[in-house]
């Protein structure tokens, strides 16, 4: 197939994990007349009870991947696939994101030099790769947080350290593998924007969300960021230079520091993929990132991003369900009629999983962020 032929329904697309998002994604997919082809280990796959065919097989399995070949075109739902599968994929069928920007995405030191070499600002960092890293210069980054360069997500894999001798506990903590030092900025802010990208002239970005953490996982997402106008126009220009020199085709979320008194930019990290922080679009915009996703992975240019209300995105985690067995008080969450409630379908609760969110939409930013705090407390 031409690579700049669209894809249009009922073609077969497929997908590389079937968590939430696979999930959202499927749904968005079936709901504009293609069918879905999810491959995940887990018989229990949130996707799966949405998808026309669930190949249920590990990531790696190369009947499976022949089956997902088959497709008409091929995305993921998170970084850590396989981007050597996704590279194999793409001698195949259309694969978007690219493996070679996953894998940029797998490793937070590529990621921090293509930032860099984007002409981007980051935090102050050094790779600390073996134990003879640590010298007397990496004082120049303590305090600090030590980073594991693969395989870190919501708070994981990262230690805060204001000392050599901590740093040298750390990365023996950390196992000894490859790791980031991130020397501890002035932090006002923390914003994220979700970039929707085809090819450098069909480009659009959602609003940036202000991100509220909790023990390190995304606790609420309030849109639009309170911020002036100035830093959010600053803050996609960035996420669409970044998007542009990766040569990205897809939904790619860039997240962003916002710091000191002046309100700098620097950019954290990338996810690509839709992102936690762009689940109030399913309520709040005129498309969806997971309609975004469909459209780009299928040679679509990407449709109106606009932000139709303020919203604030609360994530729900495993943590609320009672103890005893059970479900949480959704009352309060369905009967509230500015408020959208979106659960996963996960078989088992358990702590800091995130088994769903609910999106408040309001007159303005902070009314809406006050209500989802309020509402959340009554789960």
């Known amino acids: ?13 497929g997908i590389l994990g079937g968590g939430q998002l696979g999930r959202m994604f499927t749904v968005a997919a079936k709901t504009m007349g293609y069918r879905v082809t999810v491959l995940d ?4 796959a949130p996707a799966a009870a949405f998808a026309d065919r669930h190949l249920c097989a590990p ?3 190369s009947a499976a991947l022949a089956e997902l070949a088959k497709c008409a075109a091929v995305t993921t739902e998170f970084e850590n696939v396989n981007a050597d599968a996704m590279r194999m994929l793409a001698r195949h069928t259309r694969v978007s994101p690219s493996g070679d920007c996953v894998a940029i995405a797998q490793n937070r030191i590529q990621e921090k030099a293509w930032i860099r070499k984007a002409g981007l600002q980051t935090a102050p960092y050094q790779a600390i790769c073996k134990a003879e890293d640590i010298t007397a210069s990496s004082t120049d980054f303590l305090p600090g947080i030590l980073k594991t360069a693969t395989l870190g997500y919501d708070g994981k894999g990262q230690i805060r350290v204001t000392t050599l ?16 030092l991130e020397k501890m900025v002035d932090l006002r802010a923390e914003i994220s924007v979700v970039v929707c990208r085809l090819n450098t002239q069909e480009i659009r970005t959602f609003d940036p969300a202000e991100n509220i953490h909790e023990n390190g996982i995304l606790a609420y997402s309030i849109i639009p960021a309170r911020l002036p106008d100035s830093v959010q126009q600053q803050a996609r220009a960035m996420a669409c230079r970044l998007a542009d020199e990766l040569d990205y085709i897809g939904v790619l979320a860039v997240e962003m520091f916002v710091v000191g008194d002046n309100q700098e930019l620097v950019v954290n990290e990338i996810a690509p993929r839709p992102h936690n922080s762009g689940h109030h679009t399913l309520d709040a915009c005129c498309a969806d990132q997971f309609q975004q996703q469909v459209r780009l992975m299928c040679g ?10 303020p919203a604030c995105m609360a994530n729900i985690l495993g943590d609320v369900w ?14 509230h009629s500015s408020v959208h409630l979106h659960l996963y379908g996960k078989a088992a609760a358990r702590a800091g999983r995130k088994m ?9 930013a902070d009314s809406a962020l006050e209500a989802a705090q309020k509402l959340h407390q009554s789960l």
């Open 1 to 13: 197939m031409n690579p700049t032929t669209p894809i249009l329904p009922p073609a077969m697309l």
């Open 356 to 364: 769903g969110h609910f999106t408040v939409l309001a007159e303005t």
């Open 59 to 61: 990531f790696d399995d």
């Open 300 to 309: 679509l240019p990407p449709a109106e991003t606009r932000l139709l209300t």
């Open 322 to 335: 009672p103890k005893n067995g059970g479900e949480p008080n959704w009352q309060p969450l369905q009967t």
């Open 41 to 44: 280990p887990d018989p229990l």
């Open 165 to 180: 001798a901590e740093l040298e506990a750390a990365f023996a903590a950390h196992g000894s593998v490859d790791c980031v």
